[in-house]
């Protein structure tokens, strides 16, 4: 419920109840998603009353609107990140290095938890990637707080790595 509240204030939190949907639906988890698909009914028809009232007070002399096909790429993703996490005081380069490792960390974790979180750092980050512009990069406090909890498992993913390799 507190998922579907919130597509209600900001429509870029839609990304998790999919994630949500998507999971449900892989599970077989049929009531779930039944839940799920109507949220995002309700929210597909909250929107269009709201595209509807908007559009009866939008004048063709209101200033347009800058788009959201940003096409920023990794190296937006990588600066929203680090702006909105507790990465801010680590240089660019690092965190470029880090998230990548930090995310096969929470992949090398067998653990239902550990897929949404991918999901959701995954599908926020191709969000950013495609749509965000510069001056949006608070999108990304969605989900740079779930980042660093993903460092514990960063040991045990080099461990296997290691061992993988020397058994090769």
Same mark, same amino acid.
């Given at each position: 419920?507190? /998922?579907? +509240?919130?597509?209600?204030? #900001?429509?870029?939190?839609? +990304?998790?109840?999919?994630?949500?949907?998507? $999971?449900?639906? +892989?599970?077989?988890? %049929?009531?779930?998603?039944? +839940? %799920?698909?109507?949220? *995002?009914?309700?929210?597909?028809?909250? &929107?269009?009353?709201?595209?509807?009232?908007?559009?009866?007070?939008?004048?063709?002399?209101?200033?347009?609107?800058?788009?959201? $096909?940003?096409?920023?790429? %990794?190296? /937006?993703?990588?600066?929203?990140?680090?702006?909105?996490?507790?990465? $801010?005081?680590?240089?660019? %380069?690092?965190?470029?290095?880090?998230?990548?490792?930090? !995310? &096969?960390?929470?992949?090398?974790?067998?653990? #239902?938890?550990?897929?949404?979180?991918?999901? *959701?750092?995954?599908?926020?980050?191709?969000? $950013?990637?495609?749509?965000? #512009?510069?001056?949006?990069?608070?999108?990304? @406090?969605?989900?740079?707080?779930? *980042? @660093?909890?993903? *460092? !514990?498992?960063?040991?045990? @993913?080099? #461990?296997?790595?290691?061992?993988? !390799?020397?058994?090769?």
């Amino acid at each position: 419920m507190m /998922l579907f +509240c919130a597509t209600l204030f #900001r429509e870029t939190a839609v +990304c998790a109840l999919l994630l949500m949907l998507i $999971i449900a639906a +892989c599970e077989r988890r %049929w009531s779930e998603m039944i +839940c %799920w698909v109507g949220a *995002l009914a309700v929210f597909a028809g909250v &929107m269009t009353a709201h595209w509807f009232a908007v559009s009866s007070v939008v004048r063709p002399d209101d200033m347009p609107s800058p788009g959201w $096909i940003a096409l920023g790429g %990794w190296p /937006l993703v990588i600066s929203a990140i680090q702006s909105t996490s507790a990465m $801010i005081a680590v240089p660019r %380069w690092v965190v470029g290095l880090a998230v990548p490792l930090i !995310i &096969m960390g929470w992949m090398s974790w067998s653990d #239902r938890l550990a897929l949404r979180v991918v999901g *959701l750092v995954a599908g926020y980050s191709l969000a $950013i990637a495609l749509f965000a #512009r510069p001056d949006t990069f608070y999108w990304a @406090l969605l989900f740079s707080t779930l *980042l @660093l909890p993903g *460092l !514990i498992f960063v040991p045990d @993913l080099v #461990r296997d790595v290691v061992s993988g !390799i020397r058994a090769g």
